[in-house]
């Protein structure tokens, strides 16, 4: 997501040039044409990977072998070391105690996880970790933090060109990880409005969207969460132009706005 940080004075709009059509707008950002996320090899996940296999070549154990120390398959264990999968915090703990890396692998837990996301997408990930308040108005899907795995899910493989099936889960995992500040003792306020038409818009068919309808029902029941949805018949407001996000940190106010005038 391109984001600049700077206080916004009330009042003040923002708008962004209008930028290739995308299945997902909460990773518009990251639309595929961007260089640093064509289909490849990320460089942090591809240096952890080498590293992981060094230390475990360096302990006398075959894939297999060490997949089983760690509680986890030869396949994935094969695939964190090629970099085409981002291993999770439990992988790079076990493989940290199995391997005794001393350190080596705690020390690019925060780097990995960054790297599960779109490459423009990061920066905004680690300042929704920090933030205070959060407000986003939605026009075309349901934003990422109220979205259901399988909603996600339904998403991301509608991207074209196609995301590889590893990278799908990578960032279906992610985008829930990120529903983490809910749960935070931070208690981060958070306010969703919803254009009616993200409502009705069956994304993943009929059942996916009753359990993503459900699941918003719920959240919006948590003390510091609003939900809000926004009428089509109504189109006098600054939403008109496309989706919103405002994130307010501690040091200040990042303003985060996709739009497209017609």
């Excluded at 306010?191 to 409502?199: D, P, Q, S």
């Excluded at 949805?229 to 040091?251: A, E, F, N, Q």
């Amino acid at each position: 997501m391109d984001a600049e940080k700077r206080q916004v004075p009330v009042g003040e709009e923002r708008h962004t040039t209008p930028e290739p059509r995308h299945p997902d707008p909460e990773e518009w950002v990251a639309d595929r044409l961007n260089p640093d996320d064509r289909p490849g090899i990320d460089p942090v996940l591809r240096t952890v990977g080498k590293q992981i296999k060094r230390l475990r070549e360096l302990a006398g154990l075959t894939q297999p072998e060490f997949g089983r120390a760690i509680g986890y398959g030869a396949d994935l264990v094969a695939s964190v070391e090629r970099g085409r999968r981002a291993p999770k915090p439990q992988f790079l703990a076990a493989s940290e105690r199995v391997l005794d890396a001393r350190g080596v692998l705690d020390a690019v837990e925060d780097e990995v996880s960054q790297a599960r996301f779109p490459a423009r997408f990061r920066d905004f990930a680690r300042w929704e970790k920090e933030a205070v308040s959060l407000y986003s108005y939605a026009a075309l899907t349901v934003p990422g933090l109220l979205q259901t795995e399988a909603y996600a899910r339904a998403l991301m493989r509608d991207y074209c060109p196609p995301l590889a099936d590893e990278v799908v889960e990578d960032r279906v995992a992610a985008r829930m990880e990120r529903r983490a500040i809910f749960e935070s003792q931070r208690a981060v306020v958070t306010g969703f409005v919803l254009e009616e038409a993200v409502l009705r818009r069956p994304v993943g068919g009929a059942e996916v969207m009753r359990e993503q309808l459900r699941w918003i029902r719920g959240m919006s029941g948590l003390r510091n969460v609003s939900v809000q949805v926004m009428p089509t018949s109504r189109w006098k407001h600054h939403g008109i132009y496309g989706s919103i996000t405002l994130l307010d940190t501690r040091d200040g106010v990042w303003s985060c706005t996709r739009s497209r005038r017609g």
